[in-house]
């Protein structure tokens, strides 16, 4: 028996458990690890007792070497990730067979670092305490969870934690049906699909020996998440962005909406500080909702068809006067939706992407990256002119092409802002709304240890971490059933599945729209169609209306006629100021083809009335 496992990182791998339950049959406290230095470490960590049933292979969790920091000028600033020396899911696969099977039983602490790769050459994150809150500050460590550090002494018998006995939870296992990668339909899965069950104690029962089960998921939980999910998105992180500093860390979250008001309020003192907060000119209506009530003022920055104007933002910046802001101090935190941006279906391309971070360093910007639509990342193919002037895809799109690979789709991926954030001053926001399922409200975040650490602060106090059952159901899915492969593979449908009702969507626009008033760029990512209508050719505004006024004529007479759009005065990011410009967004999300080529049929009819055309 083995009690630490280095792994070919140089790092101990596998589980330390912050409260392992002394009841359990087979359970012992470890009295100490030995990390990737050969040092005794002070975290906690259960395994099976040479007397139990169990003869498999044990995971303990250690923390990571300490490596020697690289010169940050040998970092070229906004590079963008190379894939040369790029992680592989092999090489993931490796680094588990060779760290054997993760012991994590019920609220075990883990962080990023027990998971990660080698992080050789990198250097250390910047300090970003000046970018916090005095709320953030002031939070200190869980008094209760830091009491759990004392359970690694040999024979102690726990009566601090407040941790209820399984054996009263009424609910003995759970049973999914799920696809089997690469047969993902729901006919395909009724037929041929694999049957997940999910028990009570499927790790302490010799016959299964799990990973993860019901008595554990149910229970208090880290606010970090279970290790046994955290370690799937650690993983997932790095092969797709692979952070350029050593010290980064994931952290899962109840879903991006929450992450976001703990990020705010990390970040943002509107009362105290007058702080303001940097976004695209039109923004997620959630978001603007979500600063308003914590006194942060939103301040937008103009846009094109890539999304947020870099030279706009900077000289936004640069100009910044207190006085002609209500006394409000220059900003120093930018909220950016990069791909597939909601409302406005914008997707900046690398370049963008480099000049955005460039003028967020040049100006000690933090970034909040948040990507629920990075991986719904369309590609147009070959293309065609249409009449209104906009690029849109030839059907038949992809026939005769060489099939894609995993490989092949993580490169066409527009690199994150996280992949070439060089200092540590991106937070990024990743969620399984909507490439897994929206209700079960987990996602997870990523960014140097420093952030995350007050993230983890706030969290302790605030949720406690995300659902059990909705991590145990997505660990059973993504990571046992599926496996990364698998995953990416889910990805590649759902890109493909989303392609066909964006490419829905342009057929119908071309078709029915009054392209004389109203224009439009076809998204390359997203969910969304943002439309816009020439307010000066209408003969309101020539009499006088207000653009609001005749934007809540057209929206009434569209749902007169029976189709909602969402209106864009609902996204500006401004909301105290007078509107220049008129939108509507559509969104080929949800409704079938039939219904979305009819909808924009009725609001082309609402638009031709209004505009007496």
Known sequence: MREALINGSGVASGSSIAACPTTTPGYQPSSELVNGNGNKTEQLACHFDSNSNDVGALETLGPAAKLTDADPSEIPPASGPSRENAVTISDILERRAEAGRLIAPTASYSDSDMFKGPQVGKPKSKSMNHHLSPESLSRHPCALKQAARHL???GIISLGGGLPCAEYFPIESITLKVPTPPHFSEAA??????????????????????TYDLSIALNYAQATGSAQLLRFVTEH????????????RCCLTIGSTGAL??????LCDGPGRGDCLLTEEYSFSTALETAGPLGVKVVGVKMDEQGLLPEAMDELLSNWNPEEREGRRKPHVLYTVPSGQNPTGTTQGLERRKQVYEVARKHDLFVIEDEPYYYLQM???ESRETDSGTTAAKEGEGEGKEEETVESFISSLVPSLLSMDVDGRVLRMDSFSKVVTPGSRVGWVTASKQI???YIRHAEVCNQGP????????????????????YFQWLMNLRREYTKRRDTMVTAVEKFLPKEVVSWTVPVAGMFYWLKVDHSQHPGIRAGKRILEVEEEIFDSCIARGVLVARGSWFRAEQDTEPNELFFRATFAAATAENMTEAIRRFGEAIRESFKL
Request: net charge negative.
């Open 379 to 381: 590609p147009l193919g």
């Open 452 to 454: 995350i650490e007050q």
């Open 152 to 154: 690694k002494t040999p």
């Open 261 to 266: 008001e703990q990020t705010l309020r990390m």
């Open 189 to 210: 899965t009724s037929q041929s699909g694999a049957e997940v069950r999910i028990g009570k104690y499927d790790v302490t029962d010799p016959s299964i020996q799990g």
């Open 467 to 486: 659902n059990g059952i909705s991590q145990v159901i997505l660990y059973k899915l993504l990571d046992e059933q599926w496996g990364h492969e698998g």
């Open 237 to 248: 992180t790095e092969l797709v962005h692979n952070p350029p500093y050593s010290d980064w």
